[in-house]
């Protein structure tokens, strides 16, 4: 199990102030107490398009200097556009985002369905393009189910091309096109059918205070490999066997757990207001490798 910095912490984008490149935030992760990085794959400091071969191998020499390990690429894929060159614009970005994953030594990358992209010039923090958050009781009509079946055909389509490379997908539960919970995600990635192709739950779209209770079990009950993941809107107490410590969190903060396995693999941070639920919810994951 490891404690990881999610790079979009130090991207400069939600905040008044500079972007950390991978290599500062590999530094700034061991300073924190981090015992991981993940990196998102977008402008100022991590896309592809922007890192030679020479980056990635310093990248990968820096990181292993300072003890860091690099346990996640994040993308920011998606699959449903109507238009047909940005549904191809977006299997050219997933195979410069695998190939990415592999220079780094890296086997589990992130991907959305679908995502409504990042606005980041028109205001001076960057802010989320406005999309439809949905709801549970939103009839299906054809239309849903056309954007649905191109997301499914797509992902297909990068998990074979993650397979060559022993990569792992992980689909997050993040609108548009899947609604809060983890039920859309799930029936999703059993449409799929790809064994290459897991689970990335974000805690904060579930809702009450014992959301974390709501997915355990389900999900213990149908997958093999899932991946938690959220935002800690404070500072976060992670307990241990043998005492605790507490860790302050920097501009926006977000942080992941990641445990490496043939058949779990999680990434996890918990806000503040569920910490008293982590150890039942840790516990209860984690039989998912028996």
């Given at each position: 199990m490891k404690f990881?910095?999610?790079?979009?912490?130090?991207?400069?984008?939600?905040?008044?102030?500079?972007?950390?490149?991978?290599?500062?935030?590999?530094?700034?992760?061991?300073?924190?107490?981090?015992?991981?990085?993940?990196?998102?794959?977008?402008?100022?400091i991590a896309s592809p398009l922007d890192l030679s071969k020479a980056d990635r191998a310093r990248i990968k020499?820096?990181?292993?200097?300072?003890?860091?390990?690099?346990?996640?690429?994040?993308?920011?894929?998606?699959?449903?556009?109507?238009?047909?060159?940005?549904?191809?614009?977006?299997?050219?970005?997933?195979?410069?985002?695998?190939?990415?994953?592999?220079?780094?030594?890296?086997?589990?990358?992130?991907?959305?369905?679908?995502?409504?992209?990042?606005?980041?010039?028109?205001?001076?923090?960057?802010?989320y393009?406005?999309?439809?958050?949905g709801n549970y009781f939103k009839p299906l009509n054809a239309a849903d189910l056309r954007v649905w079946s191109r997301a499914v055909e797509g992902i297909r389509e990068v998990a074979a091309l993650a397979a060559d490379r022993g990569i792992t997908l992980l689909l997050q539960n993040h609108a548009p096109v899947l609604n809060p919970g983890y039920e859309d995600t799930l029936a999703m990635m059993q449409e799929i059918d790809r064994k290459n192709v897991k689970l990335c739950i974000d805690v904060p779209l579930f809702s009450g205070a014992n959301a974390p209770n709501m997915f355990v079990k389900p999900l213990k009950n149908a997958v093999s490999t899932?991946?938690?993941?959220?935002?800690?809107?404070?500072?976060?107490?992670?307990?241990?066997?043998?005492?605790?410590?507490?860790?302050?969190?920097?501009?926006?903060?977000?942080?992941?757990?990641?445990k490496h396995s043939s058949r779990l693999s999680i990434s996890m941070v918990i806000p503040v207001t569920w910490c008293r639920n982590i150890a039942c919810l840790l516990s209860e994951t984690i039989k998912l490798q028996a």
């Open positions: 990881a910095l999610l790079s979009v912490t130090y991207s400069g984008l939600f905040y008044s102030g500079k972007a950390l490149s991978i290599e500062q935030q590999v530094r700034k992760a061991k300073q924190l107490g981090f015992e991981a990085l993940a990196i998102e794959t977008k402008r100022p020499a820096v990181a292993a200097d300072e003890g860091i390990a690099l346990c996640a690429i994040e993308s920011m894929s998606n699959f449903c556009s109507r238009n047909m060159e940005e549904r191809e614009n977006n299997l050219a970005m997933m195979r410069f985002v695998l190939e990415l994953a592999s220079d780094l030594g890296i086997t589990m990358v992130k991907i959305f369905a679908a995502w409504p992209g990042i606005i980041d010039d028109e205001e001076a923090l960057a802010m393009a406005p999309y439809d958050r899932s991946c938690i993941r959220t935002t800690v809107p404070g500072t976060l107490a992670r307990q241990k066997m043998a005492g605790s410590f507490r860790i302050p969190l920097q501009p926006m903060a977000e942080r992941s757990i990641m």
